[in-house]
């Protein structure tokens, strides 16, 4: 493979890689729009996640109070 061909084809594969993050974003933005978030809840699976993690990094830890940085 040339050298030539091949620069050509990592510059073909970081265009099309931008390209479609740029329309992936472009998609979450409009379904964003649409679909808006509205309150912002705990789910009481994050909850029980958050817990079960922290019994797993700190042994005899408790879990008191989640609350959302913004």
Do not use: K, N, Q, W
Not at 1 to 28: E, K, R, Y
Not at 30 to 46: C, H, K, M, Y
């Amino acid at each position: 493979m040339d050298v030539t061909s091949l620069f050509s084809a990592c510059v073909i594969a970081m265009v099309a890689v931008f390209i479609l993050l740029g329309l992936l974003a472009i998609l979450m933005e409009l379904t964003t729009l649409i679909f808006p978030f509205g309150e912002s809840r705990t789910d009481s699976a994050v909850i029980a996640a958050i817990t079960t993690t922290v019994a797993a990094v700190y042994p005899g830890a408790r879990v008191t109070r989640i609350e959302e940085e913004t």
